[in-house]
């Protein structure tokens, strides 16, 4: 339950960021060019907060600027922050009219507030998502597989679930992971395609599992290239990986043992 209502709130967080973005992309492009993509960001929102139109970005001191910074934990590179968000917000741009500005200030500053409330309530979701996965007697083993951190180990588990009998082998696993591709024959032709009827929330995890576990194991890495090597797109390499890892998991689960790169990906 608390890795579904964790991700669900990064989902609607990530909703109302788009909403925020299209409404600057409207009236206030000079906002989008000082705090780039990451608006659900304490720096952004601290700075749309003090300046949520472009007559009171274009009036905001550096000073007010750098006290907006420093409350939201920037830290490095402090100064140059500064300046750069700065001449951004005071470089001239196209105004809408006045009754248009006032309406987007409230659209603005309501997005805002929701954005920040959910960037508190993730946060808490997820100290107790850490809380609950560190105590559970298959996390050990789910964290040591590559590519798998807190939230996103607890995130898997959680969609697989724990009980050890639910999947008699690792090609059971790897059908209700949705990983395992479905073969199609008719006649002379057969096609390999990938799996639609699945659980998409865990179809997401075990993709970006597979993403992280790139640059975290020498023999996921090997894997992925051999099968861009045989011409597989990058998102059908991924899907690959993510199938040899459902199974490397399955295997640890079964045998109750932590993963092991020497094994898991043997030398040829």
């Known amino acids: 339950m608390l890795a579904r209502a964790h991700q669900s709130l990064i989902w609607a967080r990530q909703r109302h960021v788009n909403a925020l973005r299209s409404a600057l992309r409207d009236f206030y492009p000079g906002a989008l060019a000082a705090l780039g993509t990451h608006l659900a960001e304490p720096e952004a929102l601290a700075v749309l907060e003090l300046a949520p139109t472009p007559e009171q970005g274009r009036r905001l001191t550096r000073a007010a600027v750098r006290r907006a910074l420093v409350q939201a934990g920037r830290r490095r590179?402090?100064?140059?922050?500064?300046?750069?968000?700065?001449?951004?917000?005071?470089?001239?741009?196209l105004a809408a009219p006045e009754q248009l500005e006032a309406a987007y200030r409230e659209v603005v500053g309501a997005l805002v507030t929701v954005l920040g409330c959910l960037n508190v309530q993730v946060a808490a979701l997820e100290e107790q998502l850490t809380l609950r996965f560190a105590v559970h007697r298959d996390a050990g083993i789910v964290q040591s597989l590559p590519g798998?951190?807190?939230?996103l180990g607890a995130r898997v588990l959680a969609e697989f679930g724990d009980d050890p009998h639910r999947y008699a082998t690792a090609k059971g696993r790897k059908a209700f992971a949705g990983t395992a591709p479905v073969t199609r024959a008719s006649g002379l032709r057969t096609t390999v395609v990938a799996r639609a009827a699945c659980n998409q929330r865990l179809v997401d995890a075990c993709y970006l599992w597979a993403f992280a576990a790139l640059t975290a194991s020498p023999g996921a890495r090997r894997c992925y290239d051999a099968h861009r090597a045989r011409g597989a797109s990058h998102h059908q390499a991924l899907r690959a990986l993510g199938n040899r890892l459902v199974g490397i998991l399955h295997g640890c689960l079964a045998r109750r043992v932590t993963y092991q790169e020497q094994v898991a990906w043997p030398a040829a």
């Open 77 to 93: 590179n402090l100064q140059g922050r500064v300046v750069a968000v700065h001449d951004a917000l005071a470089a001239p741009q």
């Open 148 to 151: 798998l951190g807190v939230v």
